[in-house]
């Protein structure tokens, strides 16, 4: 069984895509026999029954999945937004998240994702749009020499220069990892 880390555009996205993508493709990746290497420690799974789409949301069912999350520095990110601003501005307006967040809460959380990348046997990337810690992410998979499939119709040429595969289908994409681990 390998670990992938599954990486892709979170900064700026609104809380229901980024759920999207990344519950589907750990399904995808367990289906095929893998691991995850979680960034977000089983947080996604349990926010993915709350209706983020622009109805009325449950505070205080989002506040008791925030209190019970794991202290990781994207925990204290969301928490120090939230001080700034409100539970409310949060979930309608993700952006503040990576806009109030502190240096230090920067540094702690590029170096945990960069040691989950080191944890993993590969790497999966979805790039629908280019994303900058997703590109981080894959040049410092590609210096460990870790294997990396990409999911992009439109992969920019760096990535297509970093990865060792490019597809356009999640399923092929995680097919392909068979090749590589």
Request: proline share 8%.
């Given at each position: 069984?390998?670990?992938?880390?599954?990486?892709?555009?979170?900064?700026?996205?609104?809380?229901?895509?980024?759920?999207?993508?990344?519950?589907?493709?750990?399904?995808?990746?367990?289906?095929?026999?893998?691991?995850?290497?979680?960034?977000?420690?089983?947080?996604?799974?349990?926010?993915?029954?709350?209706?983020?789409?622009?109805?009325?949301?449950?505070?205080?069912?989002?506040?008791?999945?925030?209190?019970?999350?794991?202290?990781?520095?994207?925990?204290?990110?969301?928490?120090?937004?939230?001080?700034?601003?409100?539970?409310?501005?949060?979930?309608?307006?993700?952006?503040?998240?990576?806009?109030?967040?502190?240096?230090?809460?920067?540094?702690?959380?590029?170096?945990?994702?960069?040691?989950?990348?080191?944890?993993?046997?590969?790497?999966?990337?979805?790039?629908?749009?280019?994303?900058?810690?997703?590109?981080?992410?894959?040049?410092?998979?590609?210096?460990?020499?870790?294997?990396?499939?990409?999911?992009?119709?439109?992969?920019?040429?760096?990535?297509?220069?970093?990865?060792?595969?490019?597809?356009?289908?999640e399923a092929d994409a995680i097919a392909a990892l068979e090749d590589y681990v």
């Amino acid at each position: 069984m390998s670990r992938i880390f599954v990486a892709g555009p979170i900064d700026y996205r609104p809380l229901n895509e980024v759920v999207d993508y990344r519950l589907r493709l750990a399904d995808l990746v367990r289906e095929e026999g893998h691991s995850l290497v979680d960034q977000y420690s089983g947080a996604l799974e349990r926010v993915a029954d709350i209706d983020f789409g622009g109805g009325p949301v449950d505070l205080d069912e989002i506040r008791d999945v925030i209190a019970s999350l794991p202290d990781e520095p994207y925990v204290e990110a969301l928490r120090h937004a939230i001080d700034e601003h409100s539970l409310l501005a949060v979930v309608q307006s993700p952006g503040l998240v990576p806009e109030e967040m502190p240096p230090e809460i920067v540094e702690a959380l590029v170096h945990r994702d960069l040691e989950l990348v080191e944890e993993a046997d590969a790497v999966l990337a979805y790039l629908p749009r280019p994303s900058c810690g997703t590109t981080a992410e894959i040049v410092h998979a590609h210096d460990l020499g870790l294997p990396i499939v990409v999911v992009s119709e439109e992969p920019p040429t760096f990535i297509r220069y970093y990865a060792d595969e490019v597809l356009t289908d999640e399923a092929d994409a995680i097919a392909a990892l068979e090749d590589y681990v």
